[in-house]
T-cell receptor, first 113, second 117 residues
Framework: AQSVSQHNHHVILSEAASLELGCNYS??????LFWYVQYPGQHLQLLLK??????LVKGIKGFEAEFIKSKFSFNLRKPSVQWSDTAEYFC???????????FGKGTSLLVTP | DVKVTQSSRYLVKRTGEKVFLECVQD?????MFWYRQDPGLGLRLIYF???????EKGDIPEGYSVSREKKERFSLILESASTNQTSMYLC????????????????FGPGTRLTVL
């Protein structure tokens, strides 16, 4: 069965620390990859996405993610986190043959001052 | 800006009641989706619709139905609410394709937190 797994459920970092959130998927064929973020009290919004081309994609607020096809991974990174990055982060995958997104269970990030 | 609105932010209902959750989008998107979000479980797809009057079951359709009579509106119906349907319900919409032959970005509403007593 197709699945998306996020390695860390809860992450606590100090401001200015580097961030890497893992995401692995099990899908056959062409995939489309997304990272969504949900800030406290706000709705889910797109952080970045990968459909094709350069496997290193840049998103909003200094985030980037790298698609490594051989590892079935799409890890999210940020070199220096800020307190305002405190949020829940969701990795999601869809295939070209489907419309719906399959979400991971999410990673809750807390950035302390 | 894409706007997806949901009829209520908070809703409290009693077991056995029929519950309607409404979602409206203003971007002429073909696709609309209903998810539920539970702590530790992420988002799970309940139903989606790719056209008016068309619907497809998602991963957890049991106990739910949907209606899409107009392109901009997608309703989720709990025929007989139960306590295990207490959850945050998220509506999303997207274009059919991004133009690159792939499903497009989904835009989410603010969610409805439903409590069933």
């Amino acid at each position: 069965a197709q699945s998306v797994s996020q390695h860390n459920h809860h992450v606590i970092l100090s401001e200015a620390a580097s961030l890497e959130l893992g995401c692995n998927y099990s899908y056959g064929g062409t995939v489309n990859l997304f990272w969504y973020v949900q800030y406290p009290g706000q709705h889910l919004q797109l952080l970045l996405k990968y459909f094709s081309g350069d496997p290193l994609v840049k998103g909003i607020k200094g985030f980037e993610a790298e698609f490594i096809k051989s590892k079935f991974s799409f890890n999210l990174r940020k070199p220096s986190v800020q307190w305002s990055d405190t949020a829940e982060y969701f990795c999601a995958v869809s295939s070209n043959s489907g419309y719906a997104l399959n979400f991971g269970k999410g990673t809750s990030l807390l950035v302390t001052p | 800006d894409v706007k997806v609105t949901q009829s209520s932010r908070y809703l409290v209902k009693r077991t056995g009641e029929k519950v309607f959750l409404e979602c409206v989008q203003d971007m002429d998107h073909e696709n609309m989706f209903w998810y539920r979000q539970d702590p530790g479980l992420g988002l799970r797809l309940i139903y989606f619709s790719y056209d008016v009057k068309m619907k497809e079951k998602g991963d957890i359709p049991e106990g739910y139905s949907v209606s899409r009579e107009k392109k901009e509106r997608f309703s989720l119906i709990l025929e007989s609410a139960s306590t295990n349907q207490t959850s945050m319900y998220l509506c999303a919409s997207s274009f059919w394709t991004s133009g690159e032959g792939a499903p497009d970005t989904q835009y989410f509403g603010p969610g409805t937190r439903l409590t069933v007593l």
